[in-house]
């Protein structure tokens, strides 16, 4: 390139002023370190829009020159990242702080743009990332431990702020992999299993605590949704009758005789109420079935009655 061009020929000399001052300007950035960040900083809030772009068709534009540079650089970039590696990690702490929210609509604006070439991309990488995750198990378990309240916090208020979008996420999935999720099952049905048991006798107390507090605070929703369901899909209840009966050696007719034993006060034991009457098991027929059709074994509940009675104690 001629010199003659006065772009090329201001290259030149800012790189040759740079080349014999370098101390004098490393000193002079070092002593007003504080004011050039923020210097720097409102010139990247001001210009933001126009920093991406020339950065965006720099970049398209010199892309195999930067893949060279990084490419000869590498283990510089590699002994410079491990000999200041906790000064970037502070950093990068700071700045994922400091910009959360930009970041995460960022985020969620390059999958949007972007979901076939990420899709793509891990199809093609899935070896080497479930490699990567295998060698580095033993330390995301250990961040998991340390930061658990941290990570529980966030996963409740994401799904909180997330719910609908979520299930609709969800209900998109299993319907485009149906079959993929339905062989998956079939073929990993025991070791589910075992897994599912184990899991339920070392966290026996723990479910019945979130079972019984998540009844507790979604009562109301519950009894809708039971209600519900029973209205629409009333073979399903007919089924579970059935069976019912078959385990216990009842017969239909015999706990109708027994029903009508009971409702013969004609009004509920709790409220005095006298409509939608159901005879309610003292001790239930599922503990004691040689009790199901004793006479003394029941008295009259009113719907509500009956069905805030099991709420509030379980089936049992």
């Given at each position: 390139?001629?010199?003659?061009?006065?772009?090329?020929?201001?290259?030149?000399?800012?790189?040759?002023?740079?080349?014999?001052?370098?101390?004098?300007?490393?000193?002079?950035?070092?002593?007003?370190?504080?004011?050039?960040k923020?210097?720097?900083?409102?010139?990247?809030k001001?210009?933001?829009?126009?920093?991406?772009?020339?950065?965006?068709q720099?970049?398209?534009?010199?892309?195999?020159?930067?893949?060279?540079?990084?490419?000869?650089?590498?283990?510089?970039?590699?002994?410079?990242?491990?000999?200041?590696?906790?000064?970037?990690?502070?950093?990068?702490?700071?700045?994922?702080?400091?910009?959360?929210?930009?970041?995460?609509?960022?985020?969620?604006?390059?999958?949007?743009?972007?979901?076939?070439?990420?899709?793509?991309?891990?199809?093609?990488?899935?070896?080497?990332?479930?490699?990567y995750?295998?060698?580095?198990?033993?330390?995301r378990?250990?961040?998991?431990?340390?930061?658990?309240?941290?990570?529980?916090?966030?996963?409740?208020?994401?799904?909180?702020?997330?719910?609908?979008?979520?299930?609709?996420r969800?209900?998109?999935?299993?319907?485009?992999?149906?079959?993929?999720?339905?062989?998956?099952?079939?073929?990993?049905?025991?070791?589910?299993?075992?897994?599912?048991?184990q899991?339920?006798?070392?966290?026996?107390?723990?479910?019945?605590?979130?079972?019984?507090?998540?009844?507790?605070?979604?009562?109301?929703?519950?009894?809708?949704y039971?209600?519900?369901?029973?209205?629409?899909?009333?073979?399903?209840?007919?089924?579970?009758q059935?069976?019912?009966?078959?385990?216990?050696?009842?017969?239909?007719?015999?706990?109708?005789?027994?029903?009508?034993?009971?409702?013969?006060?004609?009004?509920?034991?709790?409220?005095?109420?006298?409509?939608?009457?159901?005879?309610?098991?003292?001790?239930?027929?599922?503990?004691?079935?040689?009790?199901?059709?004793?006479?003394?074994?029941?008295i009259?509940?009113?719907?509500?009655?009956?069905?805030?009675?099991?709420?509030?104690?379980?089936?049992?």
């Open positions: 390139m001629s010199l003659k061009d006065p772009v090329a020929a201001r290259k030149v000399y800012r790189k040759q002023y740079y080349k014999d001052h370098s101390e004098e300007i490393k000193q002079y950035n070092k002593d007003h370190s504080e004011e050039i923020a210097r720097k900083k409102q010139y990247y001001d210009n933001r829009e126009e920093i991406k772009a020339y950065s965006k720099y970049q398209k534009d010199n892309s195999e020159k930067i893949k060279q540079y990084y490419k000869d650089h590498r283990e510089e970039r590699k002994q410079y990242a491990k000999d200041h590696s906790e000064e970037i990690k502070a950093r990068k702490k700071q700045y994922r702080k400091d910009h959360r929210e930009e970041l995460k609509a960022y985020k969620k604006q390059y999958y949007k743009d972007n979901r076939e070439v990420i899709k793509q991309y891990h199809k093609d990488h899935r070896e080497e990332r479930k490699q995750h295998k060698d580095h198990r033993e330390e378990k250990q961040y998991n431990k340390d930061h658990s309240e941290e990570i529980k916090a966030y996963s409740k208020q994401y799904h909180k702020d997330h719910r609908e979008e979520i299930k609709a969800k209900k998109q999935y299993y319907k485009d992999n149906r079959e993929v999720i339905k062989q998956y099952n079939k073929d990993h049905r025991e070791e589910q299993l075992v897994k599912m048991k899991y339920r006798k070392d966290n026996s107390e723990k479910i019945k605590a979130y079972k019984k507090q998540y009844t507790k605070d979604h009562r109301e929703e519950q009894l809708a039971a209600k519900q369901y029973a209205k629409d899909h009333p073979e399903v209840s007919l089924r579970s059935k069976k019912m009966f078959k385990k216990l050696g009842l017969t239909k007719w015999s706990m109708r005789a027994w029903t009508r034993v009971i409702r013969k006060d004609k009004n509920c034991s709790y409220c005095g109420s006298n409509k939608q009457l159901h005879s309610h098991h003292l001790i239930p027929k599922s503990k004691q079935p040689g009790l199901a059709l004793n006479e003394n074994n029941g009259p509940l009113c719907d509500p009655c009956h069905r805030e009675h099991h709420h509030l104690n379980g089936v049992n």
